[in-house]
């Protein structure tokens, strides 16, 4: 087997894998927009489907943490391909993270709209779950096109989520404190909120990842203004 020939079966390994991340990453997707649904209709049926879903999402983590070691030890990557081998793995552990906080916030909507629930207080949370939706979706598309400038919108936007957290929590404690009929389903949706803000962390880490391999530079923990200069190099 020629060099040539090793070199393109390595670019299809590659290919493999990111195709497999943009799909469990799309799945993902789906399970927040409707944890979120079955949160504002009720709908129970919808509810247990994102629950048992789960189990998929974790499935696709574990083939292709194996993938990715298989690709490693086979090819020995060096380099840019190491780079996207490493990048590959710390994604799908945030992507398995925003499918447990979906999880998370389909267990919240069984326990609101299945028990006995008199009192729901009206927040918004439909905003900042729009907003980390549209975080992981163009953190996926800046991984698909390897685009480190979309990626340090994305990482604007977590601003965004993190002050819809804050209104959302100063809400819920306000109602609380005048009300406590509504402690209990105001606690359930501050736990939802909090998923929302996790998300929006977890698109956050995965566009970091891409800036990562992309230019090669770290860019977690140096703050926006430091990423959105090293990205202008």
Same mark, same amino acid.
């Given at each position: 087997?020629?060099?040539?020939?090793?070199?393109?079966?390595?670019?299809?390994?590659?290919?493999?894998?990111?195709?497999?991340?943009?799909?469990?990453?799309?799945?993902?997707?789906?399970?927040?927009?409707?944890?979120?649904?079955?949160?504002?209709?009720?709908?129970?049926?919808?509810?247990?489907?994102?629950?048992?879903?789960?189990?998929?999402?974790?499935?696709?983590?574990?083939?292709?943490?194996?993938?990715?070691?298989? #690709?490693?030890?086979?090819?020995?990557?060096?380099?840019?391909?190491?780079?996207?081998?490493?990048?590959?793995?710390?994604?799908?552990?945030?992507?398995?993270?925003?499918?447990?906080?979906?999880?998370?916030?389909?267990?919240?909507?069984?326990?609101?709209?299945?028990?006995?629930?008199?009192?729901?207080?009206? #927040?918004?949370?439909?905003?900042?779950?729009?907003?980390?939706?549209?975080?992981?979706?163009?953190?996926?598309?800046?991984?698909?096109?390897?685009?480190?400038?979309?990626?340090?919108?994305?990482?604007?936007?977590?601003?965004?989520?993190?002050?819809?957290?804050?209104?959302?929590?100063?809400?819920?404690?306000?109602?609380?404190?005048?009300?406590?009929?509504?402690?209990?389903?105001?606690?359930?949706?501050?736990?939802?909120?909090?998923?929302?803000?996790?998300?929006?962390?977890?698109?956050?880490?995965?566009?970091?990842?891409? #800036?990562?391999?992309?230019?090669?530079?770290?860019?977690?923990?140096?703050?926006?203004?430091?990423?959105?200069?090293?990205?202008?190099?």
């Amino acid at each position: 087997m020629n060099q040539e020939h090793i070199s393109k079966q390595f670019d299809v390994d590659l290919e493999g894998l990111r195709t497999r991340v943009l799909a469990m990453g799309g799945l993902v997707e789906q399970q927040l927009i409707r944890a979120m649904q079955g949160l504002e209709s009720g709908d129970m049926a919808l509810i247990e489907q994102v629950i048992a879903t789960d189990r998929q999402v974790n499935r696709h983590e574990v083939e292709l943490d194996e993938a990715c070691t298989h #690709v490693i030890a086979r090819r020995q990557p060096a380099a840019v391909d190491l780079r996207m081998i490493m990048t590959v793995v710390k994604i799908i552990t945030d992507l398995e993270r925003i499918g447990d906080e979906a999880k998370k916030i389909a267990k919240m909507a069984r326990a609101i709209h299945g028990g006995d629930t008199r009192v729901l207080p009206r #927040v918004d949370l439909r905003q900042p779950a729009e907003i980390a939706v549209s975080m992981l979706r163009r953190a996926l598309d800046a991984f698909a096109r390897l685009d480190a400038n979309a990626s340090a919108e994305v990482v604007r936007q977590d601003r965004e989520v993190d002050a819809g957290f804050k209104a959302a929590m100063r809400q819920l404690i306000t109602f609380m404190m005048e009300d406590p009929r509504t402690i209990s389903s105001s606690l359930d949706l501050l736990f939802v909120a909090r998923s929302i803000e996790r998300i929006g962390d977890h698109a956050k880490n995965i566009s970091e990842y891409v #800036v990562y391999l992309v230019k090669g530079r770290d860019v977690r923990h140096i703050g926006l203004e430091a990423m959105e200069k090293e990205v202008a190099r």
